[in-house]
């Protein structure tokens, strides 16, 4: 018996939902067919490929470095299968992103792709930049996208834009255009979860000067932060570009800070692995906006 094409299938679809169940609703057969299938992948290669943690499979040291290459086997028969269309490019491509990136940057990327290579599917996930790295780490996603830093060895970054934070409080507020060290340090702050990029960058440039943010609420969705400020529990810190139409409205404003609070955005990819020619196709896109 060799390794066929349904069991390689089945894999790939496990990595990416954790599941046995989902992975057979993913592609379209019932469970017990692909466990079975997924049994028979492991007897082959004489490995186990996942081990359980609760009620979620996790992806083994062997079954990660098979992924790439099962993924290449896959995205080669998809294109082969589309010989004759329009487009050369088919089959589906994971991307993970931070919420910033995910929100205000990735629809356009994507849309733009899509009208290129129509017979692509897009699988995104939106978290903050530690999701983002663990998605790329256990083989979920092909190429992330972040905000911030990462100094992982399995991972490679490239810079890809800057983008700039900026600290904003309810246009409600009676106060100055500008804060002091002082004025920040005494404020109530609304801030992204512990681990967002976002977050990360804010305390590193607060330093020495102010090591514990008066930190009032803590939320894990970008949307919430901005409510929360235009209802002046606090002052916030975002990315320029999720706050623009809150400005434009006239519901917040900006002020200047002694921060420095610029940032790069980065594209992470798993180091000394092969990426798919979706994943290749597609960072080459993202990079042409950074040059422009």
Known sequence: MRITLRQLQIFEAVVHTGSVTAAAELVAISQPAAS?????????????????HGKRLQITAQAR????????????????E???????????????????????LMPKQMALFKEAHPNIRFDLDIGNTQEVIQQLLTGKAE??????????????????LKDELVVFGSAKED????????????????????GS???NILEQAMGAS?????????????????????????????????????????????????????????IVTPRNTALTQNAER?????????AE
């Not at 589309?82 to 205000?104: Q, R, T």
């Not at 996208?145 to 490679?156: P, S």
């Not at 597609?282 to 950074?290: A, E, G, H, N, R």
Request: net charge negative.
């Open 65 to 80: 470095s098979l992924l790439p290459q099962a993924r290449a086997v896959l995205s080669q028969i998809e294109q082969i």
């Open 282 to 290: 597609f960072i080459d896109q993202c990079k042409l906006l950074s």
């Open 210 to 266: 102010i090591p514990n943010l008066n930190v009032t609420l803590s939320l894990n969705h970008m949307e919430a932060v901005k409510q929360a400020v235009i209802h002046k529990m606090g002052l916030g810190c975002l990315s320029k570009l999720a706050v623009s139409q809150e400005l434009e409205a006239g519901l917040i404003q900006l002020y200047k800070t002694p921060l420095e609070l610029n940032r790069n955005l980065l």
């Open 82 to 104: 589309s010989m004759g269309e329009s487009d050369e490019l088919s089959g589906s491509l994971h991307i993970a992103s931070s919420v910033s990136v995910g929100n205000y």
């Open 175 to 194: 106060s100055p255009t500008s804060l002091s060290w002082d004025d920040l340090r005494d404020a109530n702050w609304v801030m992204r979860e512990a």
């Open 36 to 52: 079975q299938a997924l049994r028979e992948l492991e007897t082959l290669l004489g490995r186990p490929l996942f081990r359980r």
């Open 197 to 199: 990029g976002t977050r």
């Open 143 to 160: 190429v992330g996208f972040i905000e911030g830093y990462c100094q992982h060895a399995e991972l490679a970054t490239s810079i890809w």
